[in-house]
């Protein structure tokens, strides 16, 4: 399996621009994270799926982050409109429901948000 | 509610001798413990784990944990370390789909 993919690597924008992040998990896992990584904050939990459906996205900052998952190989995260405090790497990561690493997260290469 | 504390941002070690890396939990109900390793520019690989069971856990790169209850501890050691050990590591601690993450200790292995 190739992982956790996670587009684009790196993306640069300017202040007010709308910026949308991607995901693709692992497949066969059912359970898909967003984080956000930051120096000042360390990793916070922005919305977790379970099954395509939100259960929590009480970490979501503002109403100017959104997040979908319109199937169960894909999910984006979407910022509009940005601002520069928005800058962090931001993390994909998926479980799946049974196994021997149901509870083990695996995560995405991240995304390194600037936003200008 | 659960916390995590990692107490050392930074640990230098030169390569070949042990190591520590330490992490506190608090929480009021039993929960899993993690460790994860960050590389620079990838994202978080988990390490080891403990669920439950014999309470010192070890991954296949020489590194280990214990989960101590008493003190509420689930430390990071390996006995000899390697340039390659290099990263920043995570504690975390969890039971259902949150999981909280420390603030991370970056290794560095001194040649």
Not at chain 1, 94 to 102: A, C, D, K, M, Q
Not at chain 2, 12 to 38: D, G, H, I, K
Not at chain 2, 42 to 49: A, P, T, V
Request: hydrophobic share 35%; with cysteine; net charge neutral.
């Amino acid at each position: 399996d190739a992982g956790v993919i996670q587009s684009p690597r790196h993306e640069v924008t300017e202040m007010g621009q709308e910026v949308t992040l991607r995901c693709k998990p692992i497949s066969g896992h059912n359970s898909l994270f967003w984080y956000r990584q930051t120096m000042m904050r360390g990793l916070e939990l922005l919305i977790y799926f379970n099954n395509n459906v939100p259960i929590d996205d009480s970490g979501m900052p503002e109403d100017r982050f959104s997040a979908k998952m319109p199937n169960a190989s894909f999910s984006t995260l979407k910022i509009q409109p940005s601002e520069p405090r928005d800058s962090a790497v931001y993390f994909c990561a998926s479980r799946s429901s049974g196994g021997l690493t149901y509870n083990e997260q695996f995560f995405g290469p991240g995304t390194r948000l600037t936003v200008l | 509610a659960q916390s995590v504390t990692q107490l050392d941002s930074q640990v230098p070690v030169f390569e070949e001798a042990p190591v520590e890396l330490r992490c506190n939990y608090s929480s009021s109900v039993s929960v899993y413990l993690f460790w994860y390793v960050q590389y620079p520019n990838q994202g978080l690989q988990l390490l080891l784990k403990y669920l439950s069971g014999s309470t010192l856990v070890e991954s296949i790169n020489g590194f280990e944990a214990e989960f101590n209850k008493s003190q509420t501890s689930f430390h990071l050691r390996k006995p000899s370390v390697h340039i390659s050990d290099t990263a920043e590591y995570f504690c975390a601690v969890g039971r259902t789909y949150k999981y909280i993450f420390g603030t991370g200790t970056r290794l560095k292995v001194l040649a």
